[in-house]
C-alpha cells in the first residue's frame, strides 16, 4: 500500500480547493469594459468600508525610447503632480509660465546641439534665463496637494511603482469616498499637467545616483544586467541612464503618455466595499471620455543566442558580493511554472538547498538566493542565483559550492517529498497575496493585463501542481548551462600606485 505524506495530502487538498475557490470567487467578480478600451474589474468585499484601487499600465522603461531611458519613470512621477484644477495656486498663470519655459529650453536646445559651434556665452545666458522661468513657474506650485487631498480623505497606501515591464498606481479609500477616486485618478489621465518636470527630473537622477552610488548591489547588478543582456533594454535601469535622464524634456513625456497611456493599455481593479454597477456608472462617467488610441507596437527586439560565457567584475570596499545569471525563456513559455518550483527548492527560506548547504551546514554565505525570472517576466529573461559572501570566504568559493550543488541537483531527481512540500508551499503564497483587498486587486490587474484572464491567478496552482521531477531535471538541464550565463562579482579596489607626478 503506498503511503502519502503531509505534503501529499496538502497538495491534493489544495487542487481541489483552487476549483472551488475559483467557482466561489467568479461570483463576486464583474468585469467590463469601456468603449474606449479600458478594462475593469471589480469584486466585491464587504467586511470592512474600505476599497483598493489599483491602477496597472501595460508600460515600463523597456518602452523607453533610445536615448530617452527614464521617461516610464519619470512620467510616473508626473501623475502625482495634479491636474489643471489641482496643485496649482493659478493655473492659466502657471500655464504661461510653463511654456515660457519649454520656449527658452528650445532655445537652449538649438545652441547646444551646434556644438564646437555653440556660442558659450549664449548658453550661459540661456541656462541662467532658463533657471529663471522654472523658478517662476514654481511659485504657481501648490506642493503635493493631489496627495494630501486623498490622505484628508481617509487615503491609505498611495504609491506606484514603475518596474522593466509596468508601471502600477494604487491606494485605498474608505468606501463612502470611492467617487473621489474616479475623479482624480480619470483627471491625471485625461489631462496630464507635466508641473515641476525640471524639479523633478534632478528627483530622480539622485534617486538613480544613490541606488547605484550608495547600494554595492545596485552597481553590481547595473552592470550584471548591461552585460548579460546585449541587445534588449532590460539591459537598461528601470530609472534610466542619468546621461538620458538629464537631457529629456517636456514634449517626450507627453509623447511617450500619448503612445503608452492608452485606455486599452491600462487594466484597473477594484476589490472592497463597493457596489459594482456603481463602479460602472462612475467608470463611465469618469474614465469614458479618454479617447480611444491603438495599441503600441510591440517590441521586436530580441538579445542574440548566448556564445559563450560572460564575467563582470566591479570595485567595492563593501561587501563582497556574487551574482550567476542563466538565460531563460519568458513568462509565457508552457516551462515557465517549473523555474518557479526549481526556484523553490533552491531557494525556499530555511528549507532551500542552497541554505541548508551554503548558509547553515558550510557556512559560506551570509545570504543565497535563487530567482526564478529577472529582472522582468514578460520577454525572455534570467534565472538569477545571488550570494553574499560569509566573512572570510570569498566568491570564487561561493561560485564554486553553488556549480557543486547544481551538479548533484542535476544529477540526483527531486523526491516526491520535497515536490511535495514547495507546491505547498507555493499554494500558501498565493493565498497570502489574495488575502487583503490591495494584494487581491493588485494580483487580478497583474495577472489580466499579462495574461488577458484574471483566472491565471487560480489555474497558475494547477500549472504548478502538474509539474514533475522529469520536468525539473530536463528544464534544469536546459538551462543551466555554461554557455548562456553571465557572472558579475565585486572586488577590492586595486591599491593606488605611488609616487606619480
Partial sequence: ?????????????????????????????????LNNGLHFIVVERHD??????????NAGSVDDPTGQTGLAHMFEHMAFKGTET?????????????????????????????????????VSLLEAQLKIAIDKAQAYVEPNEFARIIEENGGVGMNADTSLDHTEYFYSLPSNRAELWFLLESQRFLHPIFREFYKERDVV??????????????????????????????????????????????????AFFEKYYTP????????????????????????????????????????????????????????????????????YDPED???????????SGRTGLMYKELVEQKRLALEAEAISTYPDGRYPNLFLFFLAPGRGHTVEENQKALDDLLQRFLATPVDAETLSRVKTKARAAVIRRLDSNAGLASSLATAYANYGDWRKLFTQLDDLNK????????????CFIAKSRTVAYTVNPAPSKGGAR
Fill in 1 to 33: 500500500m503506498k503511503r502519502f505524506g503531509l505534503g501529499a495530502i496538502l497538495l491534493a487538498a489544495a487542487a481541489s480547493l483552487a476549483a472551488q475557490d475559483l467557482k466561489e470567487f467568479e461570483k463576486r467578480v464583474t468585469e467590463f469594459t
Fill in 48 to 57: 470592512a468600508p474600505v476599497v483598493s484601487f489599483h491602477t496597472y499600465v
Fill in 86 to 122: 489641482i496643485g496649482t495656486k493659478n493655473w492659466p498663470a502657471e500655464k504661461r509660465a510653463l511654456d515660457e519655459i519649454e520656449e527658452i529650453y528650445g532655445r537652449l536646445d538649438a545652441e547646444r546641439n551646434k556644438g564646437p559651434k555653440a556660442d558659450a556665452n549664449r
Fill in 205 to 254: 537622477m539622485e534617486e538613480n545616483r544613490m541606488r547605484v552610488e550608495s547600494s554595492p548591489q545596485g552597481r553590481l547588478l547595473e552592470d550584471f544586467n548591461a552585460t548579460a543582456f546585449e541587445a534588449f533594454p532590460y539591459r537598461n535601469p528601470p530609472g534610466g541612464w542619468n546621461s538620458d535622464t538629464e537631457n529629456l524634456r517636456v514634449a517626450e513625456a507627453r
Fill in 264 to 331: 486599452a493599455n491600462i487594466v484597473i481593479a477594484i476589490v472592497g466595499d463597493i457596489d459594482p454597477a456603481e463602479a460602472r456608472r462612475l467608470a463611465e462617467r469618469y474614465f469614458g471620455p479618454m479617447t480611444a488610441r491603438p495599441l503600441p507596437p510591440a517590441i521586436v527586439t530580441r538579445d542574440p543566442e548566448p556564445s559563450g560565457p560572460k564575467t563582470v567584475e566591479v570595485e567595492s570596499r563593501n561587501q563582497p558580493l556574487l551574482v550567476i545569471g542563466y538565460h531563460r525563456p519568458d513568462q
Fill in 337 to 347: 511554472p517549473v523555474f518557479d518550483v526549481i526556484a523553490m527548492i533552491l531557494s
Fill in 467 to 478: 509539474v514533475t521531477a522529469d520536468d525539473i531535471a530536463r528544464v534544469a538541464r536546459e
